[in-house]
């Protein structure tokens, strides 16, 4: 009795496996299906051709990857660089085993989907760089539990960085350089290089530091530095060649103002002897009731008005 429990047991595990593994191969042909339908410029895709229903058919697609060669359930999508348009496909839920999606170097809109991680539960690596992605970094991207490697770089990403990022205790490398995102970066990312978060001029903290939402890049800093030293010299000729203008144009009266400065010395011609002539009249320095001195007492004390 205890061998033919066994036995029935035995033959229903079977059955469930099989019948799992027909579920799985199902869903990752309706996923490879719909996402060749829904993107833009499928070109790419071209050799995708699901008339064939044979074991492991789809494991032979272009940037398909499967567990093994004797089911057809994907475990890796490599769809880098082939000019997809379109949002990112929601038919990527029914490809339900993947570990590793990488649609990097496409032309990919729209915003990435919250729902992402349910769909995907056991991704390892997600790479969505250099396409042209816009919104915010869903908060959802934390349930993705076994991340090891978050790429969002070079697109148009906006928002802050998620704080709830901190919390993959799993994930080794990241990146979301050269974004649209603000605000202060996470406590539990600042362990990672600062070349991970530049390019988003509104982010700020460690590892960029405390005036990071200030900071330009280096090429633009020395574009800025360029531009004043240019400014500075351009300004200095402009004023060499007014002066030199002026004392082209207008030579009396650099030499009258030079002829002035030397009268205007001791001497013949000079202003106190011009004075001496006035010897006999009164100046009043004061108003009443001070007294009145003449102006040749004057010249004696003070020896002609040399100091």
């Known amino acids: 009795m205890a061998c033919f429990k ?3 047991s035995f033959l229903l595990l079977v059955f469930y496996c099989s019948v799992l593994s027909l579920v799985f191969s199902e869903d990752d042909f309706q996923c490879l299906q719909g996402l060749k339908a829904s993107v833009a410029d499928p070109s790419a895709l071209s050799s995708w051709d699901f008339s064939n229903n044979t074991v492991g058919f789809i494991c032979n697609f272009v940037g398909a990857t499967c567990w093994n060669d004797r089911e057809n359930r994907l475990i890796r999508f490599d769809l880098r660089d082939m000019s997809l348009g379109g949002d990112i496909p929601s038919a990527l839920q029914y490809c339900y085993s993947l570990t590793t999606l990488d649609l990097s170097g496409n032309n990919l809109n729209g915003s990435i989907p919250s729902d992402i991680c349910k769909w995907l ?3 390892v690596s997600l790479d969505l760089s250099n396409n042209k992605l816009t919104g915010p970094i869903p908060d959802d991207l934390a349930n993705c539990t ?13 928002g802050a960085i998620p704080n709830q990022l901190a919390s993959l205790g799993r994930l080794k490398t990241f990146s979301a350089a050269n ?3 603000s605000g202060a970066i996470p406590a539990g990312l600042s362990s990672y290089n600062s070349s991970n978060f530049e390019g988003n001029n509104g982010l ?3 590892p960029l530091g405390k005036c990071s939402g200030l900071n330009l890049n280096k090429k633009r800093l020395a ?8 400014g500075a010299v351009t300004a200095a000729a402009l004023f060499l060649f007014g002066f030199g ?3 082209f144009f207008f030579p009396k009266c650099s030499s009258r103002r030079k002829k002035g400065y030397e009268t205007g010395r001791d001497g013949d011609g000079s202003w106190a002897d011009s004075l001496r002539a006035y010897k006999h009249v009164q100046v009043k320095l004061f108003q009443k009731p001070l007294r009145k001195v003449k102006l040749a007492n ?10």
């Open 245 to 247: 203008i002026c004392l």
């Open 121 to 123: 539960p056991y991704l």
């Open 6 to 8: 066994r036995f029935t």
């Open 223 to 230: 574009i800025f530095i360029a531009a004043g030293v240019f």
């Open 146 to 158: 076994y991340l090891n490697r978050l790429i969002l770089l070079d697109n148009k990403l906006s």
């Open 204 to 206: 700020r903290g460690t």
């Open 179 to 181: 974004n649209n995102l």
């Open 298 to 307: 004057l010249m004696a004390a003070t020896n002609g008005f040399r100091f």
